[in-house]
């Protein structure tokens, strides 16, 4: 297994559309997504496209949301789940907006809409099919991963740019959000 170089904002990679993967059983396919999964850890990353490694295929991986939130378990010993050739379709026009980050646009963060429900068909990496609705955090966090293999970048996405920010400001950002909330 390899780590492999990460694509930042700006490179045209990341506004590539990502091609299908035809044939599963290719060995290149199988190492791609072992590459990915060491790439993600070692950047600390939540989830990754195959168009952030340099690679146009339509492949993303990711660490699902825990089913039980009191789990103190080390994040990166989850299971990454490896969707191929992902399709969304909304469920709904409803909206929620949160917080994203990106390993392709590195210590920044922004407030991004994403839509609360969607339908999700994929393939697993042995080719079982996935057909499932998604809500909440893990709709956005697919939504997040399938955008990246139509070459679309959070930013791109956000209503206003009010919110894009460095990481290290955020808690300054949170802080004066609260004291405009208190009442006057
Ligand atoms: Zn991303």
Same mark, same amino acid.
């Given at each position: 297994?390899?780590?492999?170089k990460i694509a930042?904002m700006?490179?045209? &990679?990341?506004?590539?559309?990502?091609e299908e !993967?035809?044939d599963l059983?290719? *060995?290149? @396919? #199988?190492?791609? /997504?072992d590459?990915?999964?060491?790439?993600?850890v070692?950047?600390?990353?939540?989830?990754?496209?195959?168009?952030? !490694?340099h690679?146009? +295929?339509?492949?993303?991986?990711? @660490?699902p949301p #825990?089913?039980? %939130?009191?789990?103190? %378990?080390? %994040?990166?010993? +989850? %299971? &990454?789940?490896i969707?191929?050739? =992902?399709?969304l379709?909304k469920?709904?026009?409803?909206?929620e907006e949160?917080?994203?980050?990106c390993l392709s /646009? =590195?210590?920044?963060?922004g /407030?991004? *809409?994403?839509?609360?429900?969607?339908?999700?068909?994929?393939l697993?990496r042995?080719?079982?099919a @996935?057909?499932?609705?998604?809500?909440?955090?893990h709709?956005r &966090?697919?939504?997040?991963?399938?955008?990246h293999?139509?070459? @679309?970048l959070? =930013?791109?996405?956000?209503?206003?740019?009010?919110?894009?920010?460095?990481?290290?400001?955020? *808690?300054?950002w949170m802080?004066s959000?609260q004291?405009?909330?208190?009442p006057?």
């Amino acid at each position: 297994m390899s780590i492999l170089k990460i694509a930042r904002m700006g490179h045209p &990679v990341l506004r590539a559309r990502a091609e299908e !993967v035809k044939d599963l059983a290719d *060995p290149e @396919i #199988s190492q791609l /997504v072992d590459n990915m999964i060491e790439t993600m850890v070692d950047a600390h990353g939540r989830g990754l496209a195959a168009n952030q !490694v340099h690679v146009l +295929k339509r492949i993303i991986i990711y @660490i699902p949301p #825990s089913d039980n %939130e009191n789990t103190e %378990e080390d %994040e990166e010993l +989850k %299971e &990454v789940r490896i969707l191929i050739n =992902p399709v969304l379709e909304k469920l709904t026009d409803e909206t929620e907006e949160g917080w994203e980050g990106c390993l392709s /646009v =590195p210590e920044m963060r922004g /407030v991004v *809409p994403r839509f609360k429900r969607i339908h999700l068909q994929a393939l697993t990496r042995s080719g079982v099919a @996935i057909d499932e609705e998604l809500s909440g955090y893990h709709a956005r &966090v697919v939504q997040h991963e399938c955008d990246h293999l139509n070459g @679309i970048l959070y =930013p791109m996405r956000m209503k206003k740019l009010d919110t894009l920010m460095f990481d290290s400001e955020w *808690p300054h950002w949170m802080a004066s959000e609260q004291d405009n909330e208190q009442p006057r």
